[in-house]
């Protein structure tokens, strides 16, 4: 089945980058899970307000200058938060990015500068970054929905 972006998901696009916006456009085409942008371009004042609520970790957000998107989940419809669905839309933002030639990384393995040099599957690279997190004894921040230029 092949998905495409609806209106509200192509105006959180606005502002975005354009070789990210052509990698998300590629994605939604590639992908066996349906998903939408839940965010795009910020401004600071959302930033901090994000921060404040914990919902992010740094002012130096890469959606500050139109570096990176938040994508969601759809199950019928629905928002779904399951994990494995993040890891198959990862899948698609993987061979997107190396189909448009664009260095991305993914909030679910902080660890790969450029998910394009990854040869196994997105979950293979989640369970990699845990890993090597837990073997530092560092906390493992997963931010699944998460999608920046690198």
């Known amino acids: ?10 105006g959180r696009l606005e502002g975005v980058h354009p070789d990210l ?14 998903f939408g942008v839940t965010c795009g ?3 600071l004042e959302e930033q901090k307000k994000l921060v404040e609520q914990g919902a992010s ?7 500050l200058e139109g570096l990176a998107v938040d994508l969601v989940a759809y199950v019928g419809g ?7 669905l993040y890891d198959k839309i990862a899948d698609a933002m ?7 030639g664009v260095k991305l990384c993914w909030g679910g393995a902080w660890h790969l500068p450029d ?23 560092r906390r493992v921040f997963i931010d699944a ?3 920046q230029i690198a």
């Open 1 to 10: 089945m092949t998905f495409k972006l609806s209106k509200r998901s192509l």
């Open 21 to 34: 916006v052509r990698v998300v456009e590629k994605a939604i085409t590639l992908t066996t899970v349906d």
């Open 41 to 43: 371009l910020r401004t």
């Open 57 to 63: 970790q740094t002012l130096k957000s890469k959606h």
């Open 78 to 84: 629905r928002v779904s938060w399951e994990m494995p």
């Open 94 to 100: 993987h061979t997107a990015a190396l189909e448009e």
């Open 115 to 137: 998910i394009c040099c990854w040869t196994e599957d997105m979950e293979d690279a989640r369970n990699d970054y845990i890993d090597l997190r837990r073997s530092q004894k």
């Open 145 to 147: 929905p998460h999608f």
